[in-house]
């Protein structure tokens, strides 16, 4: 393979691994979610960049297991509230255990 295709497809799989670094950053930061586009026609990952997209994929499998976490706690938290009785009217003290 010639120098320069090496080198654009070193750039190329660079700029596909920014911006899924990107999108990973946004999602823990409560950015608005971008619909993940898978990169197209890149061939295989040079070997000099091997070691960066497996510190990705890591990176996004810990934030897919917070994001779940926080997913569940939220639904126990709704839950939680939900539970408590609306048939009283005015306000009322209300208080309920979210660890038990």
Do not use: K
């Not at 070193?10 to 930061?29: F, K, P, V």
């Not at 779940?68 to 126990?76: F, G, H, K, L, N």
Request: charged content about 25%; cysteine-free; proline content about 11%.
């Amino acid at each position: 393979m010639p120098v320069g295709a090496v080198r654009d497809e070193t750039l190329a799989w660079s700029d596909a691994l920014t911006r899924m670094e990107h999108e990973l950053h946004g999602a823990l930061a409560a950015v608005d979610p971008v619909p993940w586009r898978p990169p197209i026609a890149l061939g295989p990952i040079p070997p000099e960049l091997q070691e960066r997209a497996t510190r990705l994929l890591e990176a996004q499998m810990h934030t897919i297991r917070y994001l779940e976490d926080v997913r569940q706690t939220t639904a126990r938290h709704l839950a939680a509230v939900r539970a408590v009785p609306r048939s009283e009217v005015g306000p009322h003290p209300v208080y309920f255990d979210l660890i038990g």
